[in-house]
């Protein structure tokens, strides 16, 4: 499947459309107080004008005014624009201005650099791009250029002026023009995008504007941009892409199309028929089946991304993968349902969005803008499988980050719905710590110790496996929140390669000081495995709070005490809870050691900034208790 969001994301942060008069004030001083604010550029004019002339042609222009107020800005100020079989740049000009208004620097079409590079192995996709610098802030930039639009149109620029944080617009619009007999689709996200329309003979005008958005600051913990900022999707109700017809008005109409272009992939040679014979021949159970297939496609075959004409959406006839060895997502994902379906085991093909955070998918508008990922659900009667074929060490039964808690747009035999793959609970995703300190006299400590990451951890820090010895030691050092510490010997690695994961690194470091002294005392941390800030927050906010992924942060330490050194001081036990999550710390003496126990739960969810002074209190109380000190004096 084209990567939509990422085309996306190039053609809108950089700008665009319609012409406007060129004596416009570009001064600084025009821009208000109010959008200065919290900003590192300002958008001063931003407008796309598209006009349909039939359902394979069309014709985008583009115009984008910004001003940079300092250098966080310059990448943003930078044009870059993606263009493939299907779109390219007919004309172009750049236009630098300075603080004042006055023209300093003039570019045309000939300076933009054309680069075909891309990460995938066979695509038609090329960039172009243009590095607009300026000697001095603040400046402004403006590009106008037009793109045409041939082979087919299934969608329609993305309107999307406000596409970061700390960016701010004055003013944007989009102009659609289209027939008047033509039905299209639009979903919108905010209230703040005015719309209107007008007709001149035989076409309908479409005019959405937006004007005076401030810029955002960029808080932790914030829900996705898109939910933040205000964007529309229109989109032809039926369209011919590549030559095909289609029509995607509803989920299960996208099913249909996507079916057709399915359609006869799925032949298997000989050779394949046996080698699926020659697997199964011993298995029993269908789910044994699946996995021994499974597991034959990842490791008989490698991940290549194709992305040529309509094969972003259409993927590649399974006889190819299997002859070549390699595919995209929708190659791999077909190779197996092609194998599966020759075992005798029904599957389905899943469009779905691969995104750590952006979980939902708008119903109410069925296209492929918000999708960019394909993997193979498998219903069995005990269990539905979601199965990754991409990544061949992705354990069997296990839905990744990536995926998990996802909207998915399910294919079937008649169509296609919407579906939710599985997520896991958030007190399944922990991080543990069990370290055993040997405390010296002299304030010198050998330690063993040993992490665990279970679930969406395991899945963030499964590149370890891969590290070479040094960067698992490079790591694990930088995690030790005290300095002069040394790895000693090798980092042990074990890992539960199974349908809930874990992986658990084992290993010993030392240290010249664990703490500090002073005089007869010493100043030991309780927990050098915890930031001593807590979160990074700050007091106020301004957004709401969504916590996408929850998690359990578990520390067990143990320190033993020499003779001759007593403790004098332990931080009093702490438990607290509230709706954003629970922690729990605990230091006891027990004999000759000090026992450490804290625990951090922290929740999924969204809440208001109304809400945040909890969440901020839950910080708070979370630093403090990392950072807190024990005590210890000389006999």
Known sequence: MRNFCLALGLMLVFCIPVSAK???????????????????????????????????????KYRCIKTVLNKNGDENASFTEYGDKFRKIVSFKAVLYDALGMEFKTYKKSDLTMSAWSEHLATDNFHYYLSCESPSYPYTVMYDYEVSVNNGIIRFPVFFPQDEFQLSVQKASFVLRIPAELEILEHKNGNQIKATESFEKSTRILTWEVSGLKAVKNEIFLPHFQKIFP??????????????PGEISTIEKMGIWQNLLNAGRNELSDAMKQKVDDLIKNVVSDKEKIKVLYDYVGNSTRYESIQLGVGGFQPIPAAEVFRT???????????????????????????????????????????????????????????????ECTNTR????????????????????????????????DSLHVEKNELYVKFNADGQAQVTASKLFKIRLYDKKSWLIYAK??????????????????????VELSEAHSAL???????????????????????????????????????DRTNDV??????????????????????ESLPQPVIFENSFGKLNSVILPVGNKIVIRQTLNLNSGTWSAKEYTDFYTLSEKTRNAYSSKIILKKI
């Open 546 to 567: 969504e916590i996408a992924n929850g998690w359990v942060n578990i520390d067990e330490i143990t320190i033993e005490l020499p003779e001759g050194i007593q403790i």
């Open 501 to 539: 994961p874990e992986l658990k690194l084992s290993y010993s470091w030392s240290t010249s000081m664990y703490g500090t002294k002073t005089g007869n005392r010493f100043f030991l941390p309780v927990n050098v495995m915890q930031s001593s800030t807590g979160f990074k927050i700050t007091a």
């Open 394 to 425: 992705n354990p069997f039964g296990f839905n990744h980050n990536g995926i998990t808690g996802h909207d998915a747009i399910v294919v079937l035999p008649q169509g296609a719905k919407m579906m939710k793959i599985p997520d896991y609970p």
């Open 325 to 387: 060895g390699f595919g995209d997502c929708k190659g791999l994902t077909f190779l197996l349902k092609s194998l599966l379906a020759y075992a005798g085991i029904n599957s389905n093909y899943v469009i779905v969005r691969l995104d750590d955070h952006l979980k939902q998918l708008n119903n109410d508008f069925s296209n492929y803008f918000q999708t960019n990922h394909v993997i193979l659900q498998v219903p069995l009667p005990q269990d539905t499988l979601w199965l």
């Open 22 to 60: 060129e004596n416009a004030n570009y001064t600084v001083s025009a821009i208000p107080d109010s959008l200065k604010l919290n900003a590192n550029i300002v958008v001063r004019d931003y407008s796309i004008q598209y006009i349909y002339k039939s359902n394979t042609v069309g014709i985008a």
């Open 469 to 490: 010895p040094l960067e698992r030691k490079d790591y694990l050092q930088k995690d030790i929140q005290l300095p002069n510490t040394t790895i000693q010997g090798n």
């Open 231 to 244: 964007v529309l999707y229109t989109a032809p109700k039926t369209f011919v892409y590549d030559g095909i």
